[in-house]
DNA sequence: TAGTGGTCTAGACCACTCC
DNA sequence: GAGTGGTCTAGACCACTAA
């Protein structure tokens, strides 16, 4: 009998089926090589091809001594990673970011759309300025959540972290799996000038996000401007 | 005996070697696995897994029945790919380049410096201009080259693609081997607006580029500004 | 038909982690 | 010491390419 999908890429899809429908969440452990190869028949050799080419995608991580794991978003490849300040070096440069706006609301058509719920269903709308050497703003973001998904967020009282994604997979166990980002600029708005302290019409960087948990259900959708002469974004080609 | 370092890096490292010092250049063909076996006395097993490691870095890639070759740059990875026109679906467009400028002369202090050449080196200078549609100018580039390695190009003669590189490849088998880009966005100059036929002040996004030949020498540099409204850009994050 | 890469196996031995 | 992944080998057989 000829196959015509090879081995090892059953043995990929059964891994990613399994971290895919939610069974296995980013940080789980997945089983050991031998088990997968009992499981499905398959030399370890095969097993291990498999787990190299999601590892290669990023998509697992291994860890000699303990076993291979499924990988957590990282959000290190924003592509607002490269927000910078003052000098062009290219340093690092922290972001402390404070809340400025928390409120449940229902969503907009469009919001709503994006999110891909009804129109109407309640949200939670998050508002924060991003401020560098803890005084220079030089990024707003305005997020909405599915309300459903983060009950109790919207409470003053529970501190929300710089990189709120923390909060949302510790607190509500809501794996994050993936982001969609789309880059653009644009002549800035009367209130994002006000808040950023520039001229009306200055260039701001605009990166819309989309975040997605198991299942591809959306959960987030957010929007930040960012100072454009504080940004700038470096790759290589090869 | 034990060894530090596995036998496939050794392997990794001698076909990079092959590439780096310019003795194999894009388009390559690479020695066959039981070539690079016999000759590194090692398994076909571990050549492979060599092999393997370069192709998902994209500097190799296979063809079975033929042999490995070495990758050819893909400036399809550039940051300015997304480029887009009238509707937001992200569709394919085909922007098409008028060379405007192309003239020899020494360069200037700065960037001299940038392509690594001593100050006052003799450049050739090409302005481009992209047309989307054939008829709405959206970007304009402003290229440095040193002129020794591209010898004739200033002849207004020799026809310009839009995609110089190809040009560069062939004619003057100088082999591109990787480019750096840095993306900014800020309020458009005088001279940009009148050619965009924009505002001053309207946002672009510009594109810094530098661009290598093998041993890592710099070729090109290159700034391109374009319209900040026909422009966006689109990743995932995982 | 010869040569190339592609798939798959079985097994040896090593290195790291945890108990 | 048991279990995990990491390295390396030898060899069988398949699929594609070119002459």
Redesign the pocket.
């Known amino acids: 009998m000829?196959?015509v999908e090879?081995?090892?890429q059953i043995v990929e899809s059964y891994i990613v089926e399994l971290i895919d429908s939610g069974n296995l969440i980013p940080g789980d452990l997945i089983p050991?090589?031998?088990?997968l190869a009992a499981t499905l028949a398959?030399?370890q050799?095969?097993v291990?091809k498999a787990i190299d080419n999601l590892v290669w995608q990023k998509r697992l991580y291994?860890?000699?001594?303990?076993?291979?794991y499924v990988s957590r978003i990282d959000f290190n490849n924003s592509l607002f990673r490269f927000f910078s300040y003052g000098d062009e070096k290219g340093r690092e440069v922290r972001i402390r970011k404070e809340t400025t706006k928390r409120k449940l609301k229902p969503g907009t058509v469009k919001i709503c759309k994006q999110l891909e719920v009804p129109a109407g269903t309640v949200l939670l709308h998050i508002e924060r300025v991003g401020y560098v050497d803890n005084e220079l703003p030089v990024l707003i973001e305005y997020s909405w959540w599915i309300a459903d998904l983060v009950p109790g967020l919207e409470n003053e009282e529970i501190h929300i972290p710089d990189l709120l994604y923390a909060l949302v997979v510790e607190k509500y166990r809501l794996p994050i799996t993936r982001a969609e980002e789309t880059l653009t600029a644009e002549g800035c708005d009367k209130a994002t000038a006000t808040v950023l302290e520039i001229e009306p019409g200055t260039p701001v960087v605009v990166l819309k996000r989309t975040t997605y948990t198991a299942g591809n259900r959306v959960v987030e959708i957010r929007t930040t401007k960012g100072r454009a002469d504080k940004f700038s974004y470096k790759t290589e080609i090869r």
Not at 32 to 35: A, C, G, H, K, L
Not at 62 to 68: A, C, L, N, S, Y
Request: glycine share 14%; charged share 30%; net charge positive.
């Open positions: 000829r196959r090879p081995l090892y050991s090589e031998p088990q398959v030399s050799g095969t291990k291994r860890h000699q001594g303990k076993g291979t």
